[in-house]
């Protein structure tokens, strides 16, 4: 699976946009990118994910360039809630029956009043 | 809420202890994992379990013996651990074969190794 690399941390001020890169240059045809997101102490959440085509779900949207070389993550009205560690994954979609997610040091996202 | 259950939350273990950490799920997944995050690290996949096999070992030492006696459960037993298996044990599901869809994860089990 193609590497991603994302600031280690992001300062956001609540309510405004929060926009989190991920470069992943050496993405393929056929992976996906997914976001998940750790807040502390807790499990991983899934946020999204897409191949090609920008998504948007009712936490956030996804972003990525027609190169497909980087994406953004972008949750359109932070909350304190939404102060986070988020992680960028690269995937191929196999048919295998199960997900393998290989987790990097994602990037600290602190929301502040 | 994720739907997939950890217990214990915590556990303290001394190094000569057996103990076990327990997973559940009712969300109809077929595949189960479990992850280990230490300190100031990414989380490591451990292994993985579809439709009941363990299809994923990634050179866990022998002291960490997952079972998954049917696929809403799964299990991690512990044996003679040490200081440095002190972490953040995670377990998660997801759909079986020919899905696309996102991996749930539990709320962890702390456990520190004494």
């Known amino acids: 699976d193609a590497k991603t690399t994302q600031p280690t941390s992001m300062d956001c001020a609540e309510g405004r946009a929060a926009n989190l890169p991920c470069n992943h240059s050496t993405i393929s045809g056929n992976e996906y990118v997914y976001w998940y997101r750790q807040i502390h102490s807790q499990g991983p959440q899934y946020i999204i994910h897409?191949?090609?085509n920008n998504e948007t779900n009712e936490m956030a949207s996804l972003i990525i360039t027609e190169d497909r070389k980087s994406s953004t993550l972008i949750l359109p009205h932070a909350t304190l809630r939404d102060t986070a560690v988020y992680y960028c994954i690269v995937r191929v979609e196999k048919n295998t029956g199960f997900q393998k997610l290989v987790f990097g040091t994602g990037t600290r996202l602190l929301v502040s009043p | 809420e994720t739907g997939v259950t950890q217990t214990p939350r915590h556990l303290v273990m001394g190094m000569t202890n057996k103990k076990s950490l327990k997973c559940e799920q009712h969300l109809g997944h077929n595949a189960m994992y479990w992850y280990k995050q230490s300190a100031k690290k990414p989380l490591e996949l451990m292994f993985v379990?579809?439709?009941?096999?363990?299809?994923e070992n990634n050179s866990v030492p022998s002291r960490f013996s997952p079972e998954c006696p049917n696929s809403s459960h799964l299990f991690l037993h512990l044996h003679t651990l040490q200081p440095e298996d002190s972490a953040l044990y995670l377990c998660a599901s997801s759909k079986g074969p020919g899905t696309n869809t996102e991996a749930f994860f539990g709320q962890g089990t702390r456990l520190t190794v004494v």
């Open positions: 379990y579809s439709l009941e096999e363990r299809v």
């Open positions: 897409g191949l090609k």
